[in-house]
T-cell receptor
Framework: GNSVTQMEGPVTLSEEAFLTINCTYT??????LFWYVQYPGEGLQLLLK?????DKGSNKGFEATYRKETTSFHLEKGSVQVSDSAVYFC?????????????FGKGTLLTVNP | DTEVTQTPKHLVMGMTNKKSLKCEQH?????MYWYKQKAKKPPELMFV???????INESVPSRFSPECPNSSLLNLHLHALQPEDSALYLC???????????????FGAGTRLSVL
């Protein structure tokens, strides 16, 4: 079956530090890959997505590249801010058929200190 | 506008109460979802409606009863819940079907439910 494995954290960084949150997946075919962010007390917001191999998703300074050879979709940001403190979820949706279901990783709590 | 609105934001109920959670979107999406999220866990899919018809039920207990009265609204009726049902309940919507570029789920802020 499909699965997503991401570093569980928590991750604590100082402001302006470089961020990497690792995400690897197991799926048949060519799934779509997503990063969602959940700020304290809120629902999930789509941060970025990629739908095919070598696609790079980017938004708000965050980037992730769909690497089929390593089945990975690592999230990176060059300089984090206190406002980036949140839980980050990597997710996939399989291709084909009734592809409604998102498979989520366990989430990574990021805390950025001033 | 990519907003999914959920009401109420917080709900406290006893195990014998009947209550309903509401979700509304005006993005023209024809697929709507209910998720349950426990603390420090990822969301778990409960139900999916596609074109106002129940498409997926992830073996959810019958004390949770979904309803999709029209393409913009989604309800979750609650009855005889247990304390372990306390969680954040998230609604999401998307376009249905295969087109990946459109089939992105947008989430509401959730209803935080406490069952006493």
């Amino acid at each position: 079956g499909n699965s997503v494995t991401q570093m569980e954290g928590p991750v604590t960084l100082s402001e302006e530090a470089f961020l990497t949150i690792n995400c690897t997946y197991t799926a048949t075919g060519y799934p779509s890959l997503f990063w969602y962010v959940q700020y304290p007390g809120e629902g999930l917001q789509l941060l970025l997505k990629a739908t095919k191999a070598d696609d790079k998703g980017s938004n708000k300074g965050f980037e992730a590249t769909y690497r089929k050879e390593t089945t990975s979709f690592h999230l990176e940001k060059g300089s984090v801010q206190v406002s980036d403190s949140a839980v980050y979820f990597c997710a996939l949706r399989r291709s084909g058929g009734s592809n409604y279901k998102l498979t989520f990783g366990k989430g990574t709590l990021l805390t950025v200190n001033p | 506008d990519t907003e999914v609105t959920q009401t109420p934001k917080h709900l406290v109920m006893g195990m014998t109460n009947k209550k309903s959670l509401k979700c509304e979107q005006h993005m023209g999406h024809r697929a709507m979802y209910w998720y349950k999220q426990k603390a420090k866990k990822p969301p778990e899919l409960m139900f999916v409606y596609s074109y106002e018809k129940l498409s997926i039920n992830e073996s959810v207990p019958s004390r949770f009863s979904p309803e999709c009265p029209n393409s913009s609204l989604l309800n979750l009726h609650l009855h005889a819940l247990q304390p372990e049902d306390s969680a954040l309940y998230l609604c999401a919507s998307s376009q249905p079907g295969e087109l990946i570029a459109k089939n992105i789920q947008y989430f509401g802020a959730g209803t935080r439910l406490s069952v006493l």
